[in-house]
């Protein structure tokens, strides 16, 4: 079993839709997950730290529930530029990072 | 530029040949990581240093891989005997704390 999963997608929404991603991680210890973007053939940037209160940043917002051990990413009103991949990214041990294979959104006019 | 730089960019080599990449670290991060990444795949953990000591190994790194970070600055990863499956994009990253981290734009690696 992956350490993350996600769903591939595309997902395909028009702008100002919302959309929301999940992510399933295996193990029940991690402590730290983040949220990362990546533009196609571009290197990976921090999006947003997932807590497990929640968080919010503009129109973002993660969420942790670590009973089913998922994170969610919520994106409002989707811009043409929110077009990239997004990474869920789960702590698997100190200092060692586990990935998602990505989430593709393609926000259209 | 006072991000994470890695060089080359991009590096072809023929089976069997050894590689050698550079990552230039953002000023005083003591973390750096290096990931492989192949195509519609997230990145995939293969070392982290703290300063110079190599604290974590992924399984994924074989024997013919090493990594180095003399004095805790820039970091190499050498690839011996060069297979295809080896081609990806090596990613490094750096980081200040146990959270974000910063990386380079990659050597993108083909080995034919």
């Known amino acids: 079993r992956k350490e993350v999963e996600q769903d591939p997608g595309p997902f395909n929404v028009p702008e100002g839709a919302t959309v929301a991603f999940n992510c399933t991680y295996s193990?029940?210890?991690?402590?730290?997950f983040f949220w990362y973007r990546q533009d196609c053939r571009k290197e990976p940037k921090l999006l947003m730290s997932?807590?497990?209160s929640g968080n919010e940043d503009g129109r973002f917002t993660a969420q942790l529930n670590r009973a089913s051990q998922y994170i969610s990413l919520l994106i409002r009103d989707s811009k043409l530029s929110d077009s990239a991949t997004y990474l869920c990214?789960?702590?698997?041990?100190?200092?060692?990072?586990?990935f998602g294979s990505g989430t593709k959104l393609n926000v259209k006019p | 530029d006072t991000g994470v730089s890695q060089n080359p960019r991009h590096k072809i080599t023929k089976r069997g040949q050894n590689v050698t990449f550079r990552c230039d670290p953002i000023?005083?991060?003591?973390?750096l990581y290096w990931y492989r990444q192949t195509l519609g795949q997230g990145p995939e953990f293969l070392t982290y240093?703290?300063?110079?000591?190599?604290?974590?190994k992924s399984r994924l790194l074989s024997d013919r891989f090493s990594a180095e970070r003399p004095k805790g600055s820039f970091s190499t990863l050498e690839i011996q005997r060069t297979e295809q499956g080896d081609s990806a994009m090596y990613l490094c990253?750096?980081?200040?704390?146990?959270?974000?981290?910063?990386f380079g734009p990659g050597t993108r690696l083909t080995v034919l």
């Open positions: 990253a750096s980081s200040p704390t146990s959270w974000e981290q910063f």
């Open positions: 193990n029940s210890a991690s402590q730290s």
């Open positions: 997932v807590y497990s």
């Open positions: 990214v789960v702590e698997g041990g100190v200092n060692k990072f586990y």
């Open positions: 000023s005083e991060h003591n973390r």
């Open positions: 240093f703290q300063n110079e000591a190599q604290l974590e």
